[in-house]
């Protein structure tokens, strides 16, 4: 028995991210039904001055100086909407906190923290800056009597110079309302807990054990460092907070946070009293703003800004579809519909004019068209909607209004690139039939087929009108923003980019982007002290020539056989690296599993981003397992080889939203020490989408997305390159189609 | 002297090349062929949208009012029109049917679109069923409905499938009485009609909702209702102008 523990030990950490891992996935299929079903039955309070149904939500959980549920400093046990993406930004006594929290699952939160704590005069700079992480889980829900717990680890990793761990409870209490409107009525909420760290570095009433201390000097940060966690002296901390009506809130709380390093080792500010005040206000639907005076001396401010996926800003409102008209009504009865059009090419061609134009309208690109006298087999590219469902129904509209009566059968083929990615199924009575079924949807999908595509149109399939050759371009305006200098935390450059895309033939793409600066400070940033090759690091050489080639490649992808995808591409692929790069998928369209290999070869590139190259070069490569958890979440495994030549796994995990949103997160172990890492000791990182479509209102694919690493070092880094092939194929597959399928009769 | 007349050109060069920049980052952005343009693009013209829409306010010219209107001039549209109002936007459209047709379900199924076909919704014997392109649109609904008499048939289950915005489908089950509260004579633009008054209360989702329909059964139409079509739209009011 003893050998396995042992193994534990060894292994720590990596156990421990494994078991978070572990809950996370468990927890998230587990729970996530039962917040579904509260949401489901739309059990909200109606409106002020209403009585109607809402699916408004109540005003938001109220968060703390870290960006999480809580007081004034202290946390609570509340959680956030799951789903939302709360933005806090925070200061008082020369400390500035700015806090991205994710509520992942209902029950489970993260955040990351950018700290700026300005006169420290610590470890050698003037303002420090500090990266960190939390975590919150939910123990367990708010009963009549009981109260809800929660527990916290707060700068788990990293520095861990604000590093506490909680586990704290609240009770909510309904009170009279005050001084507005309130939907819900008037709320108290009492915290009380107990903390260990920081939070427990004020009246301590105990201690379990003794905390290793931390060494700004030595520590490079970046591990859980759970040999701290819920050691050492622990103390009560406690508060309330009343909100009379929908915008008003009052905090009131006791700390245990005695700010050692900033008022007794440094002299940032100065704590009085233990007691912290404040009074926020509702500002806008999507942003709470609140004043505080702090320990007795100082005065602080915060502002909350919560989005919710499920509510977003701006609604989407797409242009109507066409109605499916019944056969019946402009052909008369089934044995009158003739099949002799089938022998007259210019019928045929008429046909595909006439739905090329259709599709047109709704924003999608027919690439071939095979009629019989039953069936018909429709390509088309969808440029336009989030939602592959929502294209696979206009689609299947524009076939009902064009085709001839006797067409009974519709194959939807969505097309990437010139790759079929699946073949939805409809038959054309069940179009009219359903159309307006009570529960229309729902009855679609439970007749609508989900197969494979052919690799290559049929024999007798008629391209697209005038489509190859096809080019594109564009030029238009970028910003290019750099993270966490620690001299300059923001560093941005602006300038534009032109792009242009040519394909020959189904499949095929030449694509390639020249960058133009016009202004920027990213090329004064730190230079590159890694002890690997610089294969990511060197970021600010790269940044010193204001006209670049971004990239300029040619790609080929196609099907090479039932369930397989391939892609190979050549050129110039990112600002850092050009080669040969060969990969291929398989992935059926009913599997949650999908299996990828990617090999390539590539040279780094010249800093001027020319035509040139440096004389590094590597094969890196990896094998990928990408899975569908279900109800949006999804985990993904690389095993491989990396830029820098070290060798390793990267696993992630995202949850995506049916509306594009997705919130997700990443880290790679390779067999690159800590030591020669530097600091952050592995990469890890978060990354983040929100589609245009629901900042707009307007139908689009494209969203702003952001990848956030703490660091950038160059162990675990792998090459970018366009166009790889999970991405295209997941969303039109079945589970993907079926999170949307709300969408098909939009 | 030279050598200093020389810098503040060229730093005079510099600010106006910082300017023309600046200019052409404002300016920039256009795409040609069949790509989706890229996404700053896309931003950026959503921004002159906006900014468009803010001088048009500023300059008073924004929402055009509602015509006034006459039963002279509806007599000269031969076409059924019918007029709906979104309450809570205070916006409205004239609509004309498109579809008329039937299903598996009792009731005669109707698609009424706006001029620019950017809109529809859907009635079944008058009922609102679905809506769309109005954003946060009601998907699907059962109602309550018999062959040839308009409005609600009976009380009972009234079923709403809900397009939320983060396009996910929510049911929404409402259950409801149908109160009949007697003959009543209702005026249209000028002309009066006489009508069957039928008020559906119902409640769910933790809130109560009131439909009203005034019917005519003997012409089989409904000349004025104000239905429900869901939590992100509330209320519309529909008005027959032209039978």
């Known amino acids: 028995m003893s050998q396995p523990i042992l193994r534990c030990r060894r292994s720590g950490a990596a156990l421990l991210r494994a078991a978070a891992a572990a809950v ?9 039904g039962i917040s579904q079903n509260l949401a489901e039955d739309g059990a909200l309070p109606p409106d002020i001055g209403s009585e109607e149904p809402s699916f408004t939500p109540l005003p938001a959980t109220s968060l703390n100086f870290y960006g999480s549920p809580g007081g004034i400093d202290m946390p609570s046990a509340e959680m956030l909407p799951d789903g939302t993406f709360a933005t806090t930004l925070s200061g008082f006594g020369g400390q500035n906190r700015i806090t991205l929290t994710f509520q992942a699952t209902p029950w489970m939160s993260g955040s990351f923290r950018y700290h700026q704590m300005r006169n420290l005069n610590l470890f050698g700079f003037k303002t420090y800056y500090d990266r960190s992480f939390d975590v919150r889980f939910r123990l367990w ?24 761990e909680y586990i704290v409870a609240s009770k909510s209490f309904r009170t009279p309302a005050w001084g507005g409107l309130a939907r819900d009525g008037g709320r108290l909420m009492l915290t009380g807990g107990v903390g260990w760290g920081r939070l427990g570095s004020y009246n301590s009433i105990g201690s379990l054990g003794r905390r290793p201390t931390y060494s700004g000097a030595t520590s490079r940060g970046g591990e859980p460092s759970y040999d701290q966690w819920f050691r050492g002296p622990y103390a009560l901390f406690g508060g309330l907070e009343w909100r009379p009506n929908d915008k008003l809130g009052l905090k009131l ?176 009575s069940d179009l009219e039939a359903l159309e307006f079924d009570p529960r229309s949807s729902a009855a679609l999908l439970a007749v609508a087929g989900f197969a494979d595509a052919a690799g290559k149109p049929g024999p007798t399939a008629m391209a697209g009108p005038g489509l190859y050759p096809d080019f594109s371009w564009s030029v238009v305006q970028y910003a290019s923003p750099s993270y966490f200098d620690p001299s300059l935390p923001f560093r941005l450059d602006l300038g534009v980019d032109l792009r242009a895309t040519y394909r020959p033939a189904p499949g095929w793409r030449i694509s390639g982007k020249l960058r133009q600066r016009v202004w920027g400070n990213i090329k004064d940033g730190r230079l590159s002290n890694s002890v690997l090759a610089h294969v990511r690091t060197d970021a600010t050489l790269y940044a010193q020539e204001a006209t670049t080639l971004e990239n300029l490649y040619v790609a080929r992808q196609w099907r090479p056989g039932r369930n397989l995808y391939a892609r190979l591409s050549l050129g110039y692929f990112e600002a850092m690296y050009g080669g040969l790069s060969g990969e291929i998928l398989w992935k059926p ?79 790679s172990q390779t067999n690159v020490s800590a030591a020669d890492f530097g600091e952050g000791s592995f990469d890890k990182g978060l990354r983040f989408r929100i589609p245009l479509s629901s900042l707009l209102g307007k139908p689009s694919r494209a969203g702003l997305g952001l990848v956030i690493r703490p660091v950038q070092r160059d162990g675990g880094q792998r090459v970018h390159v366009p166009g790889r092939l999970y991405d295209q194929v997941r969303e039109a597959h079945r589970s993907g189609l079926e999170a949307e399928w709300a969408r098909v009769w939009e | 002297m030279g050598e200093g007349l020389g810098m503040s050109r060229n730093r005079l060069l510099r600010r106006l090349a910082g300017l023309g920049a600046a200019a052409l ?14 996404t700053q693009l896309q931003l950026l013209n959503a921004a002159r949208g906006s900014v468009g829409q803010i001088a048009r306010k500023a300059r008073g010219t924004a929402a055009p009012t509602r015509p006034p209107l006459t039963r002279a001039a509806l007599d000269t549209v031969t076409v059924p029109v019918l007029e709906v109002t979104v309450e ?33 919704l859907s009635l079944r014997n008058g009922v609102l069923i679905a809506t769309r392109g109005l954003g946060g649109d009601l998907l699907s609904s059962a109602v309550q409905v018999v062959d040839g008499q308009p409005g609600p048939a009976s009380g009972g289950e009234h079923l709403q499938m809900i397009r939320n915005l983060d396009y996910r489908e929510t049911a929404l089950t409402l259950s409801c009485e149908l109160v009949d509260l007697g003959p009543e004579t209702i005026e249209i633009v000028e002309r009066r009609h006489a009508t069957h008054h039928l008020q559906q209360r119902c409640e769910g989702g933790g809130g109560r909702v009131v439909n009203d329909y005034w019917t005519d059964p003997r012409a089989g139409i409904i000349w004025k209702s104000r239905q429900w079509a869901g939590p992100h739209l509330g209320y519309l009011s529909l008005r027959r102008l032209v039978k």
């Open chain 2, 88 to 120: 809570r936007r205070d916006d409205w459209a004239f609509l004309f049917r498109t579809l008329e047709r039937s299903d598996s379900s009792p009731g005669r199924i109707e698609q009424w679109n706006t001029e620019d076909s950017n809109v529809t």
């Open chain 1, 141 to 164: 829900r708010e009963g009549r009597y009981r109260p809800q717990v929660a527990l916290g680890l707060q700068d788990f990793s990293g520095t861990g110079l604000f590093g506490a």
């Open chain 1, 253 to 428: 709380e006791y700390s245990s946070d005695t700010y050692v390093t900033e008022t007794q080792t440094t002299s940032s500010f100065t704590r009085r009293s233990p007691f912290n005040f404040g009074v926020e206000y509702q500002w806008k639907p999507a942003t709470r703003l609140g004043a505080y005076y702090l320990y007795g001396s100082e005065i602080g401010l915060s502002a909350q800004i919560q989005l919710n996926p499920r509510h977003p800003v701006t609604r989407l409102a797409v242009p109507a579809p066409y109605p499916v008209q019944p056969r019946e009504q402009w052909a008369g009865p089934p044995e009158s519909w003739d099949t002799a059009w089938v022998d007259s090419g210019e019928t045929l061609q008429g046909l595909r004019a006439r739905l090329a134009e259709t599709l047109k309208r709704d924003g999608l690109v027919l690439e071939s068209l095979e009629v019989g006298a039953e069936t018909a087999e429709l390509r088309y590219r969808n440029p336009r909607y989030t939602a592959q469902a929502a294209a696979v129904g206009r689609a299947a509209r524009a076939l009902a209004a064009t085709m001839p009566a006797s067409v009974e059968t519709f194959r939807l083929v969505p097309v990437s690139d010139g790759m079929a990615l699946s073949a939805v199924i409809l038959r054309r």
């Open chain 1, 589 to 667: 369209v009913g599997s949650r599993l999908g299996l990828g290999l990617e090999g390539n070869y590539v040279i780094q590139r010249d800093y001027d981003q020319r035509f040139g190259f440096q004389d590094y070069d590597v094969f890196t490569g990896h094998a990928s397992a990408y899975l569908d958890l279900g109800k949006g979440y999804a985990a993904q495994v690389d095993v491989g080889r990396y830029l820098a030549g070290d060798v390793g796994a990267t696993f992630s995990i995202d949850r995506t939203f049916a509306n594009g949103w997705s919130f997700g997160g990443f880290f």
């Open chain 2, 25 to 38: 980052l404002a300016l920039a952005g256009c795409s040609r062929g069949t790509d989706a343009p890229p």
């Open chain 1, 24 to 32: 996370v996935l468990a927890g998230a299929v587990a729970t996530q």
